[in-house]
Structure formats: structure tokens, C-alpha cells
């Protein structure tokens, strides 16, 4: 059964009598990366959705530069957060932001009626993948580091959406 043990034990999973890290939540940053390549590949792409769809384009080189530091710093954090009980928050921010994501995939497909570059592996891999961290941290965080860890995931996914569109 998969559980954080405590905020102080960090992301393991308690299970017939030994501990185990949380090694699953290293879905988050897969995901990121199948979700990347479904922005790059997917249909037109998704700098040319955006400018297309919403008049306002990420440019190519923007979205390159942007992934090639979040995603391994992403990586690099989940891990870590895997290791170090102090980061055990870190997989709540995180699934904060993909989630936040996936609505802004699905809102933007249902406003535009087009298909938005992101969106399956938004529906597919991001909503469960998500929900599942959040329900863990939920469980496993203090209310007060839950809520610290929600509110740094959308302050960084709108961080993000402001340098993308800058």
C-alpha cells in the first residue's frame, strides 16, 4: 500500500514491516516529459496553437529553453523529495501545476473547439498521476504544508505561464 509514512519520514511507503521510498511518484516528472513531447509533436504544436487559438504565441525557442529547465530541476526535486523528508512537500507543488495545466489544456480545447497540443497526456497521465500525489500529501503533510504546497504550485504555474507569453 502506498503512503507517505510522515512529513518527517518524507515520501516512503509503509509496507510489511519495512520502509520503502516512494519511488512511483517518479510518474510526475515521466509524465512531463510524454506531456512535452505531445506539446512539441501533437497536431499543429502548441506554440502554434496558442498563437493561432489564443492570438498569443509561445515562441519555439522560449518553449525549448523553458522545459530544459524545468523539467530537470522537476526531476531533480522529485527525486530528491523522494530522499529527503524536508522536500516531502515538493510532489503536492508539483501536482498542482500539472493539474493546473491539464484544466488550461481542457479549457482552451473546449473554448476554441480544436484540439489543444498536451491534452491527452494531460487527461491520461497528468488527472490520475495528480490526484494520486495530492491525495498521498494530503494524507501525509501537515494542513498547513498541504496548503503551502498547493499555493506554491499555482504561484509556479503562473510563473511559468508569465515567462512563456512574456
Known sequence: MSDFVSEQDGPAIAGAG????????????????LHL??????GEGFAMWTARAVGSPVSTS?????????????FILTVMAILRPKLAWFPATFATVILINT???ALGALATSSYSPGLITGL?????????????????????????AV????????????IAFA
Request: charged share 10%.
Open 103 to 105: 484544466a488550461l489544456h
Open 124 to 148: 491520461l497521465l497528468y488527472l490520475p498521476s495528480g490526484l494520486a500525489a495530492l491525495s498521498l500529501a494530503r494524507r501525509s503533510l501537515t494542513p498547513a504544508s498541504f496548503t503551502l
Open 18 to 33: 519495512a520502509r520503502r521510498r516512494a519511488w512511483w511518484l517518479l510518474v510526475l516528472p515521466a509524465s512531463y516529459l
Open 62 to 74: 522560449r518553449f525549448l529553453v523553458l522545459n530544459g529547465i524545468v523539467w530537470p530541476l522537476f
Open 37 to 42: 513531447a505531445e506539446e512539441w509533436w501533437g
Open 151 to 162: 499555493l506554491s504550485g499555482v504561484f509556479f504555474h503562473g510563473l511559468v505561464i508569465a
